[in-house]
């Protein structure tokens, strides 16, 4: 389930035809479920209205494929009025992260899922990611969340170490044994597969990659897994620096975007990364065509 | 220029009725403007929807008093598209402050005022606030903004230590002596008016009090000023505890807001002190009608 | 049982003179005992060397009054180690607080203090300050610490907003009633005794205040309580502005303190708080000779 | 120059044995310099005597390579006092890493560098590590540093993303080309010496790997580099991630530490580790003792 970045025009004027581009060529792989509006989909630099064309691009280009969005917000009320939309619009899920208050508190974590998974007309996947949201969930906490609001369907571990919680949580889940996806870029996706993951949610510009590596993990077949992580993870490691901007830009040089333009006031592409991504890339893919799926992983 | 809260029904859903209320209340003080959807107005926890209501609601009800209205954002865009709401419903001005960035980045922040001040159609008043926004801006930066930005018309300091700040900040601004509010809940008024502030900006329940303030220092009579705010210092603290459900409160009492319901994740009343908010109030104001402005002061 | 800045000669080394000077006057107060070493003694600033000297000047001054000593420290062995030195030197007790790791842990923290329970030669006040910490403890873990540590002796609660959580504190620790105090500069002194605060463990610069409070509240009179705090609150309010330098300098004033220097990187009196603060105690002790403990209060 | 752990036995009391085995290991292999009292070594969770004795342990055993002591401390004469410590018991330079005030002050920063860089009897490296400080310098901060303290003998640069802000820092320090290393585990390692790194300072627990890597880069040769990063780079992923209980296992596999033993309250080896990490190796290494430095690379 591939995490898509949002694609902007130059003037940072949302670009629906590359959404539904990316959407295709991603869906196109056979994935489960596309994810749009993330973290990583510049969400939070987005209007209202931003989303709600947003979906409707990704909905429609879609097709069979399941289009879950990420509809966090600060206030529970606007985080249900997110999902109450993205559910009209045509999305099967809805991604839901918790916001920070002042002072941690397990119990409105809970009810703000509770109400969200009340409210909501889709499921809804919990996301644990506390380098965006600065909370942290516990793994009591998660597990109950997991076993006491029936629309939650999944969870999405992003808090490091994860293979120790992944373990952990999926113990602690006991008889409501939720699928739990990991993200970080794909950084410890080896190791979060030999920890029990069910797969990859996250926006690695080459989903194909962590298709193949979790079909490898699936048949038991180790040494391919280990042998598709270790050729990609420099490229994984140069991808996931901080910001967006050089996912983006591989996607443009995969054809999917027309401009690898990040919302202001994120970074764009540093000084030199242009020239480091074309070495990397050739040293790691020499002469592929990288406008087509990955053949042959 | 009070900060107002945003009133919601005990189902979270936006009172507009209240909101009028309390704009009509605070309008007939003969203030010189009103805030709405400022942090203290909870407004991230609002959907664009909510804050669309918010301010037709806030314009219609203010007559001739200027509306200000917070129309911060993580997305540089977004925040201009607010301020373009804003100022197509009638807003005099739009209340900015910068988000976080992963790292911070003083040129990225004056490039966020930059554009804001460009794509905004009103004035707007810059916020220096780090206890919500994370952002730490130094006098250099402040004063740049000050100089070269012609839409910010005023400064809303906010960062503590605010007097030795607001001392240094007057005068790096140089020829363009903008206006300089304090807030925090007028906690540090006295101090902050000793300082040269030109008035409060916030949220205190009683905004006479701070008006009676501000006209006893530009009497220069700062025995009056200092007896104001001995006087009501203990309410003063007591209010500007964590969240808004103490001021909510206050407002209740005041006949202005119809409930003192916070949207969650906000924090409801702590137990104990609606006690110890009787005992409070009857201690400074023995008696007293609260329904309508205090007289005498 | 006041808390105590540590003095500092011009060159900012250790000003044990002064350090017995402050020690005798405050004991002479008849306070329950005086705490050396704390967060706003800028225990963090100092080697290991500097807090021995500090330690031996403040027990060799205190003469029966009981010397509680800050021994916090990120390392749970060292926290240990710097106890027995405090308690080997005649210190009566120590304060701790935990450190905050990478991701909260109320195991770990529960971990921390059953460890230095076990290891310190005294009995121990555990601290309860977010602001400096990170650390945010939940009522039950605290609960736990004080029902399950049996050096444990008391609590001193600072995490705003104190009043609920001290109640809620009370409530939870059941059988074993142990002493609460608070601190943060006695802002929300009044609040904190009405909500059952055993008194203060603050390092405000005139203690004869608090302890009338405290009087106060004992006897049920909370009129004079009250007026009390309403008196004093500008200066209050005053001097808990961050960094410890308007504290020096009022201990300066009392004649306490040779000077008031701060240790690097910490804050020294910031342009214009000289002036403010002579206003500001004039105002409230209109020609009072600091040097002597405040009369008829 | 690798950057050393600190051994403990199970009882968490140091192990000076183990320390003089691994400086002399790592001395062995032909390094500019040893690094002790690093972040991940731990430093502060020991008290003053213990540095002393790791300090004395370090430079007995380092022979004629040169022994960099990690001395940052929240207070800058704390700082200064360390230095001497180091300096008189043979350490060659001294890592400084500045404390987080409340308010971010480049001003402050700076005069940290200059009092420790005046006071320091040893050259020092200033380190710029956001993670673990919550400090963020700037370019022109630290090529101010660079070019005006002239004991500042170098940088390691650790803040995300590294290779921009390498090249940066790199020009703008003009006319005085201090060496620039970076740490993070090498998890950049291939891109950091694309952008100039001068080489490594950090811990991985193959610092043969890294040499081997800087050699390759000098020479040109930069499909070895790539080579020996790509092979290495799960190694350098899985140990990278937070704490330093996976390095202190691969260095007791090593026969360098008789115990992992991580100091309380860092967290021991997960669950699950031991194993996982054992197929790493075996996948890396196949049949090669870890015993003896590796050949061949």
Known sequence: ??????????????????????????AGLGVDGVTVLGVLGESN?????????????????AGKTPVIVGVSHPGTQATIDLAKMAGSLGASAVMVAPSAEGVPNDER????????????????????????????????????IAR????????????????????????????????ITTGLGALYGLFDLEAGSDGFNTGFAFPEVLQAMVAA???????????LYTRFLPLIVFEQQPGVAVRKEILRRRGLLSDATVRHPGAGLPAGYAEQLTTLIESILPGVDLRVPLAGL
């Open 148 to 179: 006491e609001i029936p629309s939650v369907m999944g969870i999405k571990l992003e808090a490091v170490p994860t293979p120790p919680k992944l373990r952990a949580v999926r113990t602690a889940m006991g008889d409501r044994p939720l699928r």
């Open 1 to 26: 389930m591939p995490i898509l970045a949002t694609p902007f025009h130059a003037d940072e004027s949302l670009d629906t035809e590359s959404l539904g581009r990316l959407v295709r060529f991603v």
């Open 217 to 227: 993990a699936r048949d038991g077949d180790w040494a391919r897994a280990r042998a």
């Open 109 to 144: 974590v809970f009810e703000y899922f509770r109400r969200v998974g009340a409210g909501s007309p889709v499921p809804i996947v919990a996301q644990d990611h506390p380098a965006s949201t600065a909370v942290h969930m516990g793994v009591p906490l998660l597990a109950r």
């Open 45 to 61: 630099r987005l209007s209202d209205a931003n989303r709600e064309a947003a979906i409707r691009a990704a909905v429609a280009a």
